[in-house]
């Protein structure tokens, strides 16, 4: 069954997806995230605020977060840890 958590704003992404949540602050990432938004692969759930963490998914598509990448892993362990004693 698949496991959800909020990214900020009403966003909400399936934690079964997720390949890495990084800093947008390395110049490799940030090169990423260009990279996907000029090919369209880049969901920003920032709402316009700064980008604090970058989701890399499964299928390639970087997914931009107003939280910072400590919010998003907390969030998704506690999300895990609970499934576990269901």
Partial sequence: MSQFIHVGFGNIVNTEKIIAVVSPDS????????????AGTA???????KTKA?????NGQLVLSAL????IANRAQTEREDNDEA
């Fill in 68 to 71: 910072l990448p400590e919010t």
């Fill in 43 to 49: 969901v920003d759930a920032t709402q316009g605020r």
């Fill in 54 to 58: 970058v989701l890399v998914m499964e």
């Fill in 27 to 38: 110049a490799p990432i940030k090169r990423m995230v260009q990279t996907a938004r000029e």
